[in-house]
């Protein structure tokens, strides 16, 4: 069975750090994409950003709202996806889901979600 | 930035009832449009990609349709299970754009 398990999110002060884990099972994990999603309280979805799978170099991708704050990783030996937030503002204020992509190359779709993690940044 | 626009925000209906919610994209985005399923503080699910494709063990009464900027997702016959929050999303081009959302409510 395939699953995706988030973890790391809390409450944050505006201006620091979290660490988002992503846990992977079920499912050869190296050769995937990952791609993070958020969803501000009651409002709909935002893609956050997108890392290759290794036969793609690992490269990513983010969303210009993001872009330079964050940080997409990935260990495959662990099977384990990562997202560093840097620099967090109010608006990151958030439940982030992590998501399979059945691009590997490129992101495309997410056929298997996590069960999100809540992100409050807030003073 | 393509823009996703969905209609209506919301609407209500019965079980039974066929549902038809659209999708416009603000540029043509060929056939690489996907739609999810939300239910209340659940996760989203991946319904349809490729506008028209259903996942597997997704139900029947489920289809997509469209091609360009227009596109539709189709209930047939209202369950009880499939009242929940619709999310269309765009894979053309990035950034990767979703939708405002669809809320099904029970009339």
């Known amino acids: 069975e395939v699953q995706l398990v988030e973890s790391g999110g809390g409450l944050v002060q505006p201006g620091r750090s979290l660490r988002l884990s992503c846990t992977a099972s079920?499912?050869?994990?190296?050769?995937?994409?990952v791609t993070w999603v958020r969803q501000a309280p009651g409002k709909g979805l935002e893609w956050v950003g997108f890392i290759r799978s290794k036969g793609n170099d690992e490269t990513t991708e983010y969303a210009a709202s993001v872009k330079g704050r964050f940080t997409i990783s990935r260990d495959d030996s662990k099977s384990i996806a990562y997202l560093q937030m840097n620099s967090l503002k109010t608006e990151d204020t958030a439940i982030y889901y992590c998501?399979?992509?059945?691009?590997?190359?490129?992101?495309?779709?997410?056929?298997?979600w996590g069960q999100g993690t809540v992100v409050t940044v807030s003073s | 930035d393509v823009q996703m626009t969905q209609s209506p925000s919301s609407v209500s209906a019965s079980v039974g009832d066929r549902v038809t919610i659209s999708c416009r994209a603000s540029q043509g985005i060929s056939g690489n449009l996907a739609w999810y399923q939300q239910r209340p503080g659940e996760a989203p699910r991946l319904l349809i990609h490729g506008a028209y494709r259903l996942r597997s063990g997704v139900p029947a009464r489920f289809s997509g349709s469209g091609s360009g900027t227009d596109f539709t997702l189709t209930i047939s016959s209202l369950q009880p299970e499939d009242f929940a929050s619709y999310h269309c999303?765009?894979?053309?081009?990035?950034?990767?754009?979703f939708g405002g959302g669809t809320k099904v409510e029970i009339k």
């Open positions: 079920g499912f050869n994990f190296g050769d995937y994409g």
């Open positions: 999303q765009q894979a053309n081009s990035l950034p990767l754009t």
């Open positions: 998501t399979r992509d059945e691009g590997g190359a490129t992101p495309l779709y997410f056929d298997y």
